[in-house]
């Protein structure tokens, strides 16, 4: 809300109607002359309080040193538009007065007009845009004077003396004209805001935030004060088209959002531009509070959440459902709407349970579908064969506000308020002020979702406080948007900010961006001809260095590994392990993301595998750092179920043909299996390959440490693999089996630029094969899913990554179906 802006309160309007000490029987010329110099004197407070208002957020938006902030030309106008519809408000203000006056004249001179209601004075104010001001009034100002009649200035003739008829005014009559006058101010008000907000269209951008003046005193309480503000949508402003669509693209890839072009995307970019997946949300989150200078943990940290409590907000991978995840257990603030109907004594409860020094995060907003044909505000619910609405509560609550609207009901004082569906009535009570303005939108149900977040905004900021202890508050608001399966449901960011006792609030809008190099794009892209795309296409077979097809590779492996950079799944691209990482495992993916991958397949048709029919086998290392909280092994059993470890030291089967076949025999019927397979090793910080620093541990170790100490044994003694094989150890039989396979390459492997990449690249051939000789199809009928590679253990923060080497579905009697191609870049 504009600060600073007036607006007559209860009091001051029953002074003007009544005037003087408003006991007065009879309303002489005198009295009259002070009840329209003071409405005068009102006036031009509330009017100059709007223009100083105005200006000096103009001003300050101007001199913001952000590029996001900066007036886009159709803001830098809302001065002119202020003029015009300030001066379009003068001339029916005065018109009104004159009215006024000659109303009150001719009851002067016609004694039976004392005992009459007056005729009422309609005007239908029509609506006000940039093209509806008069032409006089476009050079008019905001500080032209306005010849009202001042105090102390001659009476009109009129007034000065007594006429024919009455010696006095009669009360009521001059109460209901300006009554009446008072209303029509009230309209001109009312259509003032509707020009500003048409002034900023919709959606706002960042930059062209603004709002009006909000009435410090409202007849009812349970209303909005006033016109609440767009807010900050467009986050992919900070990116050009093409890094925006890069990272959208990405977001497909992972299954985590539907393909550009499609109807649910362009809905999705048209109205929530900025709006991300929800694991890209956590994952940004997660990572700037991490950082050392802020220090939050789970331990340290208290997470509460005011969304709506719809069970499409709640499910498996929504974003509430993965910071409760990480953060521990969720304090529900909300009500229906995403309100934090909990109010300030809640709040109090809530933050009470902080620990000591520690931390809030509160995540807010209300919530709104769309369903798989691009429609807003729908939602196929599981088990239901029709769509229903989401969000059910404000759709509803608007819908009964424009239809009370459209039959000109008016405020009556026994407006609706349901003690048993108090939440239905304040949401009702939000909307009712602007059904006028959402429903003129070219999508209403997307500006209802804008709409009901300023309110949820405005209550949560209400009840918030940062008296629990020392630590910080931080406040994560925006829309939360339910996409249809099978992707994940979105947000929009619109305020990341914490606040701490004492100190200013800090802004951490800035954390939305991705900020992409420009080596992560085709540079040549629009200087290329169209002979030179031609030569492109016919090279692309061939895929050579120079073709289009080899570059768009190129770049979409890049612009990926930015994304991925931006969630903090890896390093940077000017980093040494990003080098390192990429020259010696090219084609490396984060864990995350190979299990996106393997799932958008495995899932989908004609293999149709879900938790339900399948069983997961892994032949990895046993090393911890394998199977830590987000590894790849983790989020296989995280989603498929309890995982069958097949594997030993470096990763090779040693379970063997029998341990394969028990394990293959405990498929559900008709179900599938799923075996995952690869030896590991490690890259330092520094992008040393083969050396890890364990948890608690000063110094770096070997990973992995069993291949590593095999090649080292074998490479420091010469003895011939006859004598290798006699040194077989039943106590050590893995770690014998090993070194009998490394010893004939240990040359080779000596000779590379990197021998221990090499040596992770040899040990994958090793395992690769000693897998291929145990697993078979003969469970039944299902789908056996074979996925081999390389497991990369990468320094905190980043995840550990995959190289995979082999994708493969096999099934009887059937052909082998390579799937290699699921992790190609899009």
């Not at 538009?81 to 009104?96: D, G, Y």
């Not at 693209?249 to 362009?266: H, R």
Request: hydrophobic share 35%.
């Amino acid at each position: 809300m504009l600060s600073g802006c007036h607006t007559p309160s209860q009091s001051d309007r029953s002074e003007m109607v009544v005037g003087g000490n408003g006991t007065s029987d009879d309303l002489d010329p005198k009295t009259l002359r002070d009840i329209l110099a003071q409405q005068n004197a009102h006036q031009q407070k509330m009017q100059e309080s709007l223009v100083h208002a105005v200006e000096k957020l103009v001003e300050a938006q101007r001199r913001s040193p952000s590029p996001r902030k900066e007036m886009p030309a159709k803001a830098q106008d809302d001065p002119t538009i202020l003029q015009q519809v300030l001066a379009q408000q003068n001339a029916h203000q005065k018109e009104m007065q004159q009215m006024f006056f000659a109303a009150t004249m001719g009851n002067r001179l016609s004694p039976e007009a004392c005992t009459k209601k007056p005729t009422p004075i309609v005007r239908t104010h029509p609506a006000i845009d940039d093209d509806s001001v008069s032409a006089e009034n476009d050079q008019a100002s905001v500080h032209d004077e306005i010849h009202y009649h001042q105090p102390g200035a001659p009476a009109p003739a009129w007034m000065s003396g007594t006429s024919a008829g009455s010696d006095s005014l009669d009360k009521v009559f001059i109460k209901e004209l300006l009554a009446q006058q008072n209303k029509h101010q009230k309209d001109m008000q009312t259509a003032f805001i509707e020009a500003m907000e048409r002034n900023r269209g919709y959606p706002c951008s960042p930059s062209n935030r603004a709002s009006t003046c909000e009435s410090p005193q409202q007849s009812k309480p349970r209303k909005l004060a006033g016109f609440t503000p767009k807010v900050k949508i467009d986050n992919s402003q900070a990116l050009s088209h093409a890094k925006a669509t890069g990272q959208h693209k990405v977001f497909s890839w992972l299954d985590w959002a539907p393909p550009p072009n499609s109807p649910c995307y362009e809905t999705l970019h048209k109205c929530f531009p900025g709006a991300l997946p929800g694991q890209a949300v956590h994952a940004r989150v997660r990572s700037f509070l991490e950082e050392e200078r802020w220090g939050f943990t789970p331990e340290n940290t208290l997470f509460g959440s005011s969304i709506c409590p719809d069970e499409i907000n709640n499910e498996k991978g929504d974003l509430v459902d993965i910071m409760k995840e990480f953060w521990g257990e969720c304090f529900p603030l909300g009500g229906i709407g995403g309100a934090p109907f909990v109010g300030k004594t809640g709040f109090k409860a809530f933050s009470h349970h902080v620990p000591e020094d520690g931390n809030i995060i509160m995540l807010f907003g209300p919530h709104v579908a769309i369903s798989e044909s691009g429609e807003v505000g729908k939602y196929l619910r599981q088990g239901q064969s029709s769509h229903s609405t989401a969000c059910g509560a404000c759709i509803g609550a608007y819908k009964a506000c424009l239809e009370k609207a459209e039959k000109n009901e008016d405020d009556s004082d026994d407006d609706e308020f349901d003690e048993c569906d108090m939440q239905m009535a304040w949401i009702k009570s939000q909307l009712e002020p602007h059904v006028g303005f959402i429903k003129r939108q070219d999508n209403p149900m997307a500006a209802l979702a804008y709409q009901s977040y300023e309110a949820v905004k405005a209550k949560t900021l209400k009840i918030v406080n940062t008296e629990f202890g020392s630590g910080n508050l931080v406040l994560v608001g925006g829309i939360q948007i339910n996409m249809p399966a099978p992707y994940e449901d979105h947000f929009v960011p619109l305020m990341f900010e914490m606040r701490r006792g004492g100190e200013p609030n800090v802004d951490l809008m800035e954390e939305w961006y991705m900020r992409v190099p420009r080596n992560a794009l085709d540079p040549d892209a629009s200087s290329r001809t169209e002979a030179d795309m031609k030569q492109e296409e016919d090279q692309d077979v061939a895929l050579s260095p120079n073709s289009a097809k080899r570059r768009q590779l190129v770049n979409s492996s890049k612009m990926q590994h930015v994304v991925f950079s931006w969630l903090r799944w890896a390093p940077s691209l000017d980093s040494p392990v990003y080098a390192v990482l990429h020259k010696f495992f090219p084609g490396a993916l984060p864990g995350r993301a190979i299990h996106a991958r393997m799932r958008s397949v495995l899932e989908a048709q004609p293999f149709g595998f879900t938790a339900e029919n399948t069983i997961i086998g892994t032949s990895v290392c046993p090393d911890e750092i394998n199977n830590e909280k987000g590894d790849l092994t983790d989020l296989l059993k995280e989603h498929w179920g309890a995982c069958f470890p097949l594997g030993g030291i470096s990763g090779t089967p040693f379970v063997g043909k029998t341990g394969f076949k028990a394990f293959s025999h405990h498929v559900p019927d008709d179900g599938n299996v799923c075996v995952l397979f690869g030896p590991h090793v490690a890259i330092s910080e520094t992008g040393e390959i083969g050396k890890y620093l364990r948890e608690g541990q000063a110094n770096h170790s070997t990973a992995c440490g069993a291949v590593i100490g095999a090649y080292c044994a074998c490479a420091a003694s010469a003895i011939a693999p006859t004598v290798a094989a006699s040194e077989f150890d039943e106590h050590d039989m893995q770690m014998a089996w090993i070194k009998k396979q490394i010893h004939p390459h240990v040359e080779h492997i000596g000779a590379q630029e990197s021998p221990m990449a090499a040596l992770a690249h040899q040990s994958y051939e090793m395992v690769k094969s000693s897998v291929l000789q145990i697993v078979d199809t003969s469970f039944g009928c299902g789908y056996l899913a074979i996925v081999g590679g390389v497991q990369i253990n990468m320094p905190p923060p980043f995840d550990d990554h995959f190289l995979p080497c082999m994708f493969e579905v096999r099934r009887r009697d059937q052909a082998a179906q390579d799937l290699q191609w699921t992790f190609t870049a899009f």
